[in-house]
């Protein structure tokens, strides 16, 4: 644990008013801190898996529709790929509102009793995740596989009438 508190401690030095140095963090801030950074490593695990789950499943899809020449198992790897997409918006959304969080509970006085809060700012919901959804890096992979499914598509189709 004194590993940890170090770290904290180091974080808040620098540029942002904080804490002083000399001031500790608790057993109980620290075990907050620790259950807000659980919650964002499970975030970014279910990204993981969407990301993952998303390019099998439509790589597989686009195999089958391949070999059997069916454009409509394509329609369904476009419909998948954006279902995942916004699954994956929203766990990259709450996990960037329980960073920040984490922040603003680091950034508490010690004086202030802890309350174990694990709720995040949820102003501007939809408007924030659909701007989560949007980033480049989730726009370059979703946005490929969909783009594939798509040619994919227009191509059987060439395929099957000409």
Do not use: C
């Not at 975030?43 to 899809?61: D, E, P, T, V, Y």
């Not at 279902?83 to 960073?99: C, H, I, K, S, T």
């Not at 508490?108 to 924030?128: C, E, F, G, W």
């Amino acid at each position: 644990m004194s590993k940890l508190r170090r770290v904290l401690e180091a974080l808040l030095e620098p540029d942002e008013p904080g804490p002083p140095a000399s001031e500790d963090f608790s057993d109980a801030r620290i075990k907050h801190l620790e259950f807000i950074q659980g919650a964002i490593l499970r975030m970014a695990g279910n990204s993981f898996l969407f990301k993952g789950w998303a390019i099998s499943l439509a790589s597989g899809l686009a195999a089958f529709a391949a070999i059997e020449s069916r454009r409509a198992v394509l329609f369904v790897g476009i419909v998948s790929t954006l279902l995942f997409w916004a699954m994956d918006g929203y766990y990259l959304w709450l996990e960037r509102g329980f960073v920040g969080l984490h922040v603003r509970v680091a950034k508490l006085p010690a004086s202030q009793p802890v309350d174990y809060a694990m709720a995040v700012d949820k102003t501007h919901a939809l408007r924030r995740w659909l701007r989560t959804m949007m980033r480049w890096h989730l726009l370059l992979l979703y946005g490929t596989i969909v783009v594939v499914n798509i040619v994919g598509a227009l191509y059987l189709k060439e395929v099957k009438n000409g």
